[in-house]
């Protein structure tokens, strides 16, 4: 459960998983990003022809809810691997960029618009 485990707690998790296999030979972040653009790409393969509507009507599917939380759960152990292999605090880094997102878009310009900062 999400407020029952601590990022630290699931970092400690994916690094046992990978050391008692003797994975860490293979995960360098070349390979990491590599593996995190292939199961975000496994993802994205859900909802690729897909038409309006159709995307949040998969995930009231029990089947492709599971499958699509399954992909996401890939995504998520590749940016934990990443950040475990090569020491990046992820709550500071996540942190950080919303900071820098903020000051990006601001509410008085961003609130109900898709715009681009670049486009205000
Ligand atoms: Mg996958």
Known sequence: ?????????????????????DWDQFHDPKNLAIDMSVEANELLEHFVFTKEGESEAKLS??????????????????????????TIDLSDALKAKLHKVAAKYPVEKAKGSNKKYTEF
């Not at 459960?1 to 296999?21: A, G, H, N, P, S």
Request: charged share 40%; hydrophobic share 35%; aromatic share 4%.
């Open 61 to 86: 599917d029990p089947k492709k809810r599971q499958e699509i939380t399954e992909e996401l759960a890939d995504v998520l152990y590749t940016v934990l691997r990443f950040s475990q292999m090569n």
């Open 1 to 21: 459960m999400d407020k029952e485990t601590t990022v630290e707690d699931l970092k400690i998790l994916v690094k046992q998983l990978c050391e008692e296999r």
